[in-house]
Nanobody, 122 residues
């Protein structure tokens, strides 16, 4: 499975962005999907995950209520709608695919996109 993330950019605090991750190869609907991020000088951290069918979601406490993960199994895409962005959300965002739904640990994901940079200015 190849993953291509897009949609990052520069936004002011309080603004919104929608990240997309397009998958090719493999059977997309068989993979749990997740978003992770890595800020400057920080370790990669879990953001959100969605089950195979899209009926279950999970979020880190830091983004709960502000971010929404969704997926379109026909178009083979996963999305991350980010609202009320804060400067601390600045990071490279990665999408990932793995066999375990709603996994929050990076090692449970087998495939990773290249990352898209989100910069939130204060």
């Amino acid at each position: 499975v190849q993953l291509q993330a897009s949609g990052g950019g520069l936004v002011q605090a309080g603004g919104s962005l929608r990240l997309s991750c397009a998958a090719s190869g493999g059977t997309f609907s068989m993979y749990g999907m997740g978003w992770f991020r890595q800020g400057p000088g920080k370790e990669r951290e879990y953001v959100a995950a969605i089950s195979w069918s899209g009926t279950s979601e999970d979020y880190s406490d830091s983004v709960k209520g502000r971010f929404t993960i969704s997926r379109d199994n026909i178009k083979k895409k996963v999305f991350l709608q980010m609202n009320s962005l804060k400067p601390e959300d600045t990071a490279v965002y990665y999408c990932a695919a793995g066999p375990t739904p709603l996994a929050i640990t990076p090692k449970l994901y087998e495939y990773w996109g290249q990352g898209t940079l989100v910069t939130v200015s204060s």
